[in-house]
């Protein structure tokens, strides 16, 4: 089955600077790649994904990148704010979903 | 509107006890899950489940099984609750495995 990795595990940034989190995934077949954001107490939130027919994907101060050859992908957060802390799951999908151990990401103001 | 619902929000509960949590979405998602989140935080799937098949991960003891009245309800029941079972379940739904949409999570603390 699909086994996703993740680092690095926990990640501390000054408020204003970027962020990156990076995950490999093992099996080929994957198609679908999404991150979630989990906030103290609830359930994880999609806040962007990709599509194995896409490298790169964009929305404000997130964006995503997919290499699959490499079969590696990465969240960057821009301009991070308090707000963004976090932890962050990446996932892979084909017939269902398997997550990365999760990072947990501080924003020191 | 919540989008995907889960009762209660906490249980907690002796050992040896059965229980249930429900789950219901409004989206018209054709596939619901359940996933167990340890205290560390790692995300396991527990059960896929659409009108066709029930996907059961191996590593899930018997003790576990889902039941869905309907297609927008996936309740999950727990028989003979033991301490290691305490985690946090989410519940969640997609559309042909995109788009997954999870719930607020169910603390279950065994004691």
């Known amino acids: 089955g699909e086994n996703v990795e993740q680092h690095p595990s926990t990640l501390s940034v000054q408020e204003g600077d970027s962020a990156v989190i990076k995950c490999t995934y093992s099996?080929?077949?994957?198609?679908?790649f999404p991150w979630y954001k989990q906030e103290l107490g609830k359930g994880p939130q999609l806040i962007i994904d990709?599509?194995?027919?896409?490298g790169e994907k964009k929305d404000q101060r997130i964006a995503v990148t997919l290499n699959k050859t490499a079969k590696h992908f990465s969240l960057h957060i821009t301009e991070t704010q308090p707000e963004d802390s976090a932890v962050y799951f990446c996932a892979a999908a084909h017939n269902d979903m398997r997550f990365g151990a999760g990072t947990r990401l501080t924003v020191k103001p | 509107d919540t989008a995907v619902s889960q009762t209660p929000k906490y249980l907690v509960t002796q050992m040896g006890n059965d229980k249930s949590i429900k789950c219901e979405q409004n989206?018209?998602?054709?596939?619901m899950y359940w996933y167990k989140q340890d205290s560390k935080k790692f995300l396991k799937i527990m059960f896929s489940?659409?009108?066709?098949?029930?996907?059961i991960n191996e590593t899930v003891p018997n003790r576990f099984s889902p039941k869905s009245p309907d297609k927008a309800h996936l309740n999950l029941h727990i028989n003979s609750l033991e301490l290691g079972d305490s985690a946090v379940y989410f519940c969640?739904?997609?559309?042909?495995?995109?788009?997954?949409?999870f719930g607020s999570g169910t603390r279950l603390t065994v004691v």
């Open positions: 969640a739904s997609s559309q042909q495995s995109y788009g997954y949409t």
């Open positions: 990709i599509r194995s027919n896409v």
């Open positions: 489940y659409n009108n066709k098949e029930l996907i």
């Open positions: 099996d080929s077949a994957s198609n679908y």
């Open positions: 989206l018209g998602h054709d596939t």
